[in-house]
């Protein structure tokens, strides 16, 4: 049964990584410019350099042909080269995504720990104050553009008061040789060199991103957990429960919040895909060295190998982690897996 | 019981201001520098970019010699002496010996430094046999436009620690080029293991050198790390660590300084140092600089190749306007093609003013009396002899419809833009030039000579063989009196030629934290962080 299931959402990935292959590779068609260097991202010049790309590309023969070739060439780890830096984009993207995960990550658990907790205590108190006031704050929060924000956070916390730094993933005179990718995983391997200080460094360099970043997820978050509380507490099971004479507290711990929580862990995964958008911009403001920010100085840089790689990775990071979470979900809710056919 | 927790209060807080000292010692004497561009080479020969040359020249290369900014005499620096034969054709250097090259993760020298590094340095230039002379296309742009690639006809080894550069003619500029930021000494041990390995194209990339500092890390669009070099040959150096933090947004390289994220910052527009002023955290350098600004006409395109055109387009420019607007008043008006603290320096009284009534009747004169379109091309970045040519083109262009002249401003990313000047397709550019040695020349050999205007660095496309006799005239004595007359001449005939118009010549200004000291910047040429120091 199960297994059933899982192969039918593999078999949907599978359908979606090649729509996404078969647009990434002709974008290379669809770029302004010479087609080969756009997938090879050398500049042609010369005669000979040129036949031999277009011998390493199967540029001559036909599209079906070309594909599978650049089908190969992606499983490879042979992207092409950045027209910018002359390097291989699969490096770049190894380099960069880590960054870009840490702060979503952190992100998101921070959006998950506040986001769950105020939720459920903006149900616990319907309509009183409490509520009231998650409820407003959580407008104010939704309706905020990310990178008017970031600014504000910017002008008061680092120009104003200096309490945090504005840009950056760390001090820069800190040396951390990179080995994963993620900076506070990689100062802790690296056996919390300067005294702990790159540690905390590092720490005071996330907090303004990641604050950032969260807040839009974290209302989201809010706004979901408190509507399926409500609903669940208007069951009949809620109700029969409450004429035993249980409290509020054993209600909502032992009986709603287990069933209110499955919804939501099925929004967390669609929230992915915003906050990958979300860091971008947030990279962006607070030079944040991720993939968003290389890829929006790419497009100012019409760099096509480049945009074109870090359009696949990003996409398939954002499918892949959707996928997972459907999957997780599918583990905790054992109903939705009948469900799979379709409902209205 | 109040004072009590007062005393309290007051051991904690100095507790904290303790402890806080310690975490800048601990951050091991390190400097940041916000630069910003990355940078294109890691080997000055081969660009003549000035964000790059800052970042790299003075801080992990030594010269031979080099120039006092305050004395303008040639100082020693890994050449000891230096004897110019007496017809000039020759120059015999004596090298300092126990200089150590960098020691880094990619090569471990085995000699130190000697006569072999210098050969083929400079060999690398023009020598066709140098293995090294067609990697990265055979490009040494400085040198090619100055013409020292043509000049050398061999580098004699006379001894491990004395070389001799036999040169085709006499020129005077030699020795002043031989100072440049761009005349820096590789190793020729390195070189070579990189040649046994395949990997030349790494040389350029991965550098080593006698300087200050040892290269450590390059992530673009992030930063750049050197060490100490702890074997410096000429004195101790303070600072653990350089990084530069590679900031491209003008705006952003402040709030860094600012937020004390960096030490300094290249380049603030002049729009923001009077904000920068008010603060007591942080310093600003002013310092007089040899460059200059100008609107250059392409004069071999029609109505440009008239001499009376280009004159009345120059009396139709209101200078005031400009020098207020563009330069915030910290830029001297130009008053000669050269700046006022070159030695060759010859005021010109026939410098165009502001006279649009003149303009109008030398157009009619020329036939023109309806007007003309043209376009003026502005530079999209900004430097220190023109912090916005955008602007000052459109000042420009209020001034030139006043005369019945249609300014169109053209721009393109940097890079284009250059390459499309050197093909000649403006009407006319707003450019400009910063010397790199003090020597007169500098401003015009690269520029407005003939061979500039075949190898498309003359935006005036202009090439009056008058100019480039007294120009190598100039060049072929060293008898300062008879020079200074030779380049009064070559001033005084650009004034009455007028190819291109001289503006302004900026200054330039570096922000950094008041607790930094020791930065030198010259008045010509690169940055040196060697003396840098943390109060």
Known sequence: ?344 | MHKFLLTLLAVTLAGCLDSEERVIEEKSQGLVYCAEANPVSFNPQVTTTGSTIDIIANQLYDRLISIDPVTAEFQSELATDWRVSKDGKSVTFTLRQNVPFHTTAYFTPTRTFNADDVIFTFSRLFDVYNPYHFVGDASYPYFQSVGVDQLIRKIVRVSDYQVRFELFNAESSFLANMATDFAVVLSAEYAMKRKAAEQEGLFDQYPVGTGPYIYREYRRDNLVRFYRNPDYWKHDVALEQLVYDITPNGTARIAKLLTKECDLAAHPSSAQLSILAQREDINIEKETNLNVGYWAFNTERPPFDDIRVRKALAHAIDTDKIMQAVYYGNGTRAESMLPPTSWAFDAQTSMPLFDPDLAKSLLAEAGLKDGFDMNIWAMPVSRIYNPNARKMAELMQSDLRKIGVNVNIVEYEWNTFIQRIGEHRHDSVLLGWAADTPDPDNFFSPLLSCSATFSGKNPANWCNPKFDLLLAQALDTTDILMRKKYYADVQSLIMDELPLLPIAHGLRFQASSADVEGITLGPFGAISLANARKK
């Open chain 1, 1 to 344: 049964m199960i297994l059933d299931y899982i192969l039918r959402r593999l078999g949907l990935l599978l359908f979606m990584l090649l729509m996404l292959s078969i647009f990434t590779f002709s974008l290379a068609y669809l770029f302004p410019g010479d087609p080969l260097s756009n997938l090879s991202g050398v500049p042609s010049n010369n005669f000979s350099q040129n036949t031999q790309l277009e011998d390493k590309y199967l540029y001559n023969s036909n599209y079906f042909t070309q594909y599978i070739a650049f089908l190969g060439r992606v499983f490879q780890g042979d992207w092409g080269l950045s027209f910018a830096s002359g390097d291989n984009v699969f490096s770049h993207i190894l380099d960069l995504l880590p960054a870009t995960l840490e702060l979503s990550v952190y992100a998101l658990i921070v959006s998950i720990f506040i986001g769950v907790p105020a939720g459920i205590l903006g149900s616990a108190y319907y309509n009183r104050w409490p509520d009231k006031l998650i409820n407003s704050t959580t407008i104010v929060g939704y309706s905020m553009p990310v990178f008017w924000l970031a600014l504000l956070l910017i002008m008061i916390f680092s120009l104003k008061l200096g309490w945090f730094p504005m840009s950056g993933r760390m001090g820069l005179l800190y040396e951390i040789p990179p080995s994963t990718g993620f900076m506070l995983i990689d100062i802790a391997l690296a056996g919390f060199p300067y005294k702990g200080m790159a540690f905390t460094d590092a720490l005071h360099h996330l907090t303004l991103p990641t604050i950032v970043l969260a807040m839009y997820p974290t209302t989201v978050l809010v706004r979901f957990t408190r509507e399926s509380m409500l609903k669940i507490m208007d069951q009949n099971f809620i109700k029969t429960a409450r004429a035993k004479g249980l409290n509020r507290r054993q209600l909502i711990l032992h009986h709603a919040l287990r069933n209110a929580l499955l919804p939501v862990i099925k929004k967390i995964g669609l929230q992915f895909s915003t906050l990958i958008t979300l860091a971008m911009i947030t990279e962006v403001i607070f030079s944040w060295p991720g993939i968003g920010r290389w890829l929006i100085d790419s497009i100012y840089q019409r760099d096509f190998p480049a945009i074109q790689g870090g359009l696949m990775a990003v996409s398939l990071f954002v499918i892949l982690a959707t996928i997972v979470t459907e999957l997780l979900y599918s583990l905790f809710d054992p109903l939705s897996r009948n469900q799979a056919h379709g409902k209205v």
